[in-house]
């Protein structure tokens, strides 16, 4: 089992950041590839960004637009997701998945676990 731990998110202004953070814990060695989804009120859930803990592959979201950057520092089990000019739009809860295949996939299926989410808020 691998636990995850989500921090860092709040109430923003439009152009603001805030950074993510994703606790691991238990058998990391399940989390070979990390993903951040979010899911806004009524709207399903999608990918935002994900990477494998080698840091080979990585996958952003089209609507980043480079706004938002994955990393992982693998001494502490922790990834992060940057945020930078964050919008109203990107108002959601936002996840940390966990799978244990080392291959990256971004269908959210795909990830053996998950974190309790951490809401951003983003003001205009």
């Known amino acids: 089992q691998v636990q995850l731990v989500e921090s860092g998110g709040g109430l923003v202004q439009a152009g603001g950041s805030l950074r993510l953070s994703c606790a691991a814990s238990?058998?990391?060695?399940?989390?070979?590839?990390m993903g951040w989804f979010r899911q806004a009120p009524g709207k399903e859930r999608e990918a935002v960004a994900a990477m494998t803990r080698s840091g080979d592959s990585i996958w952003y979201a089209s609507f980043v637009k480079r706004r938002f950057t994955i990393s992982v520092d693998n001494a502490r089990n922790t990834v992060y997701l940057q945020m930078n000019n964050l919008q109203p739009e990107d108002k959601a809860v936002y996840y940390c998945?966990?799978?244990?295949?080392?291959?990256?996939?971004?269908?959210?299926?795909?990830?053996?676990?998950w974190g309790q989410g951490t809401q951003v808020t983003v003001s205009s």
């Open positions: 238990g058998r990391t060695s399940s989390s070979a590839a």
């Open positions: 998945a966990a799978r244990g295949s080392s291959s990256l996939n971004i269908l959210a299926t795909y990830y053996d676990y």
